[in-house]
């Protein structure tokens, strides 16, 4: 129904910027201008009659929807209200990293212990949260801008240090092809900025692939994790050593 509204707002800033009006909208489909009024007010039009409203300003269909998909917004950061709403709710963030990572309704139900009542609470919520639109017969389209990230320090990135990054760095990394590769040296600043602009440069070759594999079958994707970091860092055992 969101999504509905949306549509038809986006048909009623066309008829704006077109200088077409309720009364010219009337004479064009053979209605009265009162009629017309009144669906626009209550959003209630079928597929065809928009077509035809299209076709009065000399326009497809599609572009309608174009200009639909431009407007819009595509969230780069999440609040921390929302941020603090999803981790207070493991069922949902867990929903939501599935939707990140492009699953839909039927690959998280099947794959996962979650009842499609539970799955349809949550995804509904991430609508709410505009994180996703869910459309009809709980297909899901992702809001998240390519740039997406959490908040620096914030609630889910607390999350993550605490219960998530410590249970993934005890696993084994020699199983299914894993790699783990732990350097130290010492380097300028120079260096380090260098190293830290090309893990950014990884980063984005990794969100773009995982775009790429989102069409491939569910069967041939295998959740996996990359840690990406840097930091000035010196080992636990020498500290005691240091001069102060």
Same mark, same amino acid.
């Given at each position: 129904?969101?999504?509905?509204?949306?549509?038809?707002?986006?048909?009623?800033?066309?008829?704006?910027?077109?200088?077409?009006?309720?009364?010219?909208?009337?004479?064009?489909?053979?209605?009265?201008?009162?009629?017309?009024?009144?669906?626009?007010?209550?959003?209630?039009?079928?597929?065809?009659?928009?077509?035809?409203?299209?076709?009065?300003?000399?326009?497809?269909?599609?572009?309608?929807?174009?200009?639909?998909?431009?407007?819009?917004?595509?969230?780069?950061?999440?609040?921390?209200?929302?941020?603090?709403?999803?981790?207070?709710?493991?069922?949902?963030?867990?929903?939501?990293?599935?939707?990140?990572?492009?699953?839909?309704?039927?690959?998280?139900?099947?794959?996962?212990? $979650?009842?499609?009542?539970?799955?349809?609470?949550?995804?509904? /919520?991430? #609508?709410?949260?505009? $994180?996703?639109?869910?459309? &009809?017969?709980?297909?899901?389209?992702?809001?998240? #801008?390519?740039?997406?990230? *959490?908040? &620096? +320090? @914030?609630? $889910?990135?607390?999350?993550?240090?605490?219960?998530?990054?410590?249970?993934?760095?005890? @696993?084994?990394?020699? /199983?299914?092809?894993?790699?783990? =590769?732990?350097?130290?040296?010492?380097?300028?600043?120079?260096?380090?900025?260098?190293? +830290?602009?090309?893990?950014? +440069?990884?980063?984005?070759?990794?969100?773009?692939?995982?775009?790429? #594999?989102?069409?491939?079958? =569910?069967?041939?994707?295998?959740?996996?994790?990359?840690?990406?970091?840097?930091?000035? *860092?010196?080992?636990?055992?020498?500290?005691?050593?240091?001069?102060?």
């Amino acid at each position: 129904m969101a999504q509905t509204e949306a549509i038809i707002s986006t048909l009623k800033r066309a008829l704006r910027s077109s200088g077409l009006t309720y009364a010219d909208v009337a004479r064009g489909l053979g209605m009265s201008e009162a009629n017309v009024k009144r669906q626009f007010a209550s959003e209630r039009f079928s597929l065809a009659r928009i077509e035809q409203i299209c076709q009065l300003m000399q326009m497809d269909l599609s572009e309608l929807f174009q200009l639909f998909e431009a407007s819009r917004s595509h969230i780069t950061r999440l609040t921390e209200d929302q941020e603090r709403e999803l981790v207070a709710d493991p069922l949902l963030l867990m929903v939501a990293v599935f939707v990140q990572n492009h699953l839909g309704f039927a690959d998280i139900t099947g794959r996962y212990s $979650i009842s499609e009542a539970e799955c349809i609470r949550c995804l509904a /919520k991430l #609508d709410r949260l505009h $994180i996703i639109d869910l459309l &009809p017969n709980n297909r899901i389209k992702l809001r998240i #801008d390519e740039h997406f990230s *959490w908040i &620096p +320090a @914030g609630p $889910i990135e607390r999350y993550f240090e605490q219960e998530v990054q410590q249970q993934f760095l005890r @696993g084994s990394f020699r /199983k299914s092809g894993g790699t783990r =590769l732990f350097c130290t040296g010492m380097l300028s600043e120079h260096s380090r900025l260098l190293i +830290a602009r090309r893990l950014q +440069a990884l980063s984005q070759e990794i969100a773009d692939l995982q775009r790429q #594999d989102a069409s491939r079958p =569910l069967a041939e994707r295998r959740n996996t994790g990359v840690l990406l970091a840097l930091r000035e *860092w010196e080992f636990s055992a020498s500290q005691p050593f240091l001069r102060q």
